[in-house]
């Protein structure tokens, strides 16, 4: 008798926690790459993006979320809940500087957010772009897996690539798990390669655990690629020209309050050249067309993109665990102007209405659309904004937040600071987040928002702009002269941030990417990142 009742009290144990876990969300977090502010249709863009409206229509869209303004340090401030320079990812992965703050990949000291869900009872799954390990562990021909590849960081099962940048038809450094991948087939398209995983992903997790999948989509980033029949598809509807457009989106904006409507929307300068934007009808045929051939070649690689997150939505209704899956989609940074003119305007459109672009901490390079649906808790106010302000190292928080796990004391045996971040559900239950102060630094690119005021500066070589956000959301007037002692109080916020989150001292002034990654090479030359 002793012995049955054991036996049927382990039975009811394991039931128990079989239903605590399937209690547990299922998390698809969604990251996009070098995509504008305003460019999906459910934040103001001419882009048909079904899918992803979807999601916002289920859900909570935020309308003031910022990221780090470049790609791997949004990455490892999302994947830690820390600030970038924290965790060792304070410029890129480049080069290893051998400064705590600049190592040029995430902190064995730091758990991951698949490190933790994984030790709390997930699965855990990765498509798409990692660029979180210094790049001389990847290159070399000879390279093995340093401790910082995706599957020693928490995922049980990645399929992507390595790299930052790369050609979608053939990218470099795709591993499936720790193989690397040589060969791809006709008609191989790196973007549907990433969804295809994920839904596969998806259709074959089994068992009662529940599931964290990180979707880490290369599009829309450079160089722009797309199916010629794609391309065409998109062209039209951008032969009527940049300054009809961004009108068009800034109304669309307005009117889903996403932005304030007392203001008109601004004519940004070139940021180093101070010169204005030319209209669209000074360009010349030729710029014309160049113009609308990159906006449509960008435009259907985003709309490729959404078609299979549709299938990955599919492929979690078709599991029955849609009810009780959060999604979460958000981009790494602002458009970027990389390729001169054409690139610059093309950029201006997509960051509408914001100053600037990526790698700069500029509205324009630091805002990004920003989506969670978890039916559980939006649906009672599906397809709603929020205002507060958020930021990329709030989304680990989050997760663990409705996922019901705390956050790690220690890892590996040692002692650890806690997030940076907050969960952002009480927002989601419309409920105010408590006011901060949110930090910015890439490339001397510095900023510092604080309540109604912004401290920002195009890089070292640069003086403060003071910016009052209330009346001067886009940036346009530098107000540091009229108010010197609020420059001053936040220059040592700023000061003071940077000592402790391992950013001080900036790179030199002037020194390029090159020659910043031959300096640390040269001094440096083992560059593996195992030590």
């Not at 999906?40 to 935020?62: H, K, M, Q, S, V």
């Not at 209330?470 to 540091?480: A, G, I, R, Y």
């Amino acid at each position: 008798m002793i012995q049955k009742s054991v036996l049927i009290c382990s039975a009811l144990l394991i039931v128990g926690i079989a239903i605590a876990r399937s209690e547990k969300p299922n998390i698809v977090l969604i990251m996009c790459d070098d995509m504008g502010y305003s460019d999906l249709g459910c934040y103001g863009g001419e882009i048909d993006t079904p899918n992803i409206d979807a999601l916002a229509g289920g859900g909570i869209r935020f309308s003031h979320f910022k990221n780090t303004g470049r790609c791997c340090p949004s990455r490892a401030s999302l994947l830690t809940g820390r600030h970038q320079h924290a965790v060792g990812l304070g410029w890129m992965t480049a080069v290893d500087e051998h400064r705590p703050g600049y190592r040029g990949q995430i902190a064995k000291e730091i758990p991951a957010l698949a490190e933790i869900m994984k030790e709390n009872g997930y699965t855990t799954y990765m498509a798409g772009k990692w660029h979180l390990t210094v790049d001389g562990a990847w290159k070399p021909k000879d390279s093995t897996p340093n401790g910082s590849y995706p599957t020693q960081r928490g995922f049980d099962e990645y399929y992507g690539s390595l790299s930052g940048a790369g050609n979608f038809y053939s990218p470099k450094a795709v591993y499936r798990n720790e193989e690397k991948v040589t060969k791809f087939s006709k008609g191989y398209y790196y973007t549907d390669a990433i969804n295809e995983h994920s839904v596969e992903f998806i259709l074959n997790h089994e068992g009662t655990s529940p599931f964290f999948l990180y979707v880490a989509h290369y599009a829309p980033h450079r160089p722009l690629q797309a199916p010629e029949k794609r391309v065409e598809a998109c062209r039209e509807r951008y032969r009527v020209g940049y300054d009809v457009l961004r009108q068009e989106r800034y109304k669309r904006l307005k009117e889903m309050g996403l932005v304030g409507s007392e203001t008109e929307l601004p004519i940004h300068q070139n940021e180093y050249k101070k010169q204005a934007r030319p209209s669209w009808n000074s360009l010349d045929s030729e710029m014309k067309e160049k113009w609308i051939e990159e906006m449509a070649t960008y435009a259907a690689m985003i709309e490729i993109m959404d078609d299979g997150l549709g299938d990955v939505v599919e492929a979690v209704k078709k599991k029955g665990e849609f009810d009780n899956t959060l999604f979460v989609f958000l981009s790494d940074n602002g458009a970027t102007s990389e390729g001169g003119l054409i690139s610059q305007l093309a950029a201006d459109l997509s960051n509408t209405p914001y100053r600037s672009y990526k790698a700069k901490t500029f509205m324009g390079g630091i805002s990004s659309p920003l989506i969670i649906q978890y039916p559980k808790i939006t649906g009672h106010a599906a397809g709603g904004v929020r205002a507060d302000y958020t930021h990329i190292v709030d989304i680990l928080p989050t997760c663990l937040d409705l996922a019901g796990i705390k956050y790690p004391s220690t890892f590996n045996g040692l002692g650890i600071a806690p997030s940076d971040g907050i969960s952002v559900v009480p927002a989601l239950r419309n409920v105010a987040l408590p006011k901060r102060d949110f930090f910015f630094e890439h490339q001397t690119s510095c900023a510092v928002i604080s309540g109604a005021w912004k401290l920002v500066r195009l890089s070292s070589g640069w003086s403060w702009e003071l910016i009052n956000l209330n009346v001067d959301p886009f940036e346009l007037n530098d107000v540091s002269k009229a108010h010197p002692e609020k420059v001053a109080e936040l220059e040592d916020k700023w000061n003071a941030w940077g000592k402790k989150n391992q950013v001080l001292p900036l790179n030199p002034k002037g020194l390029s990417w090159n020659k910043r990654v031959e300096k640390y090479t040269e001094l440096y030359p083992v560059q593996d990142g195992r030590d």
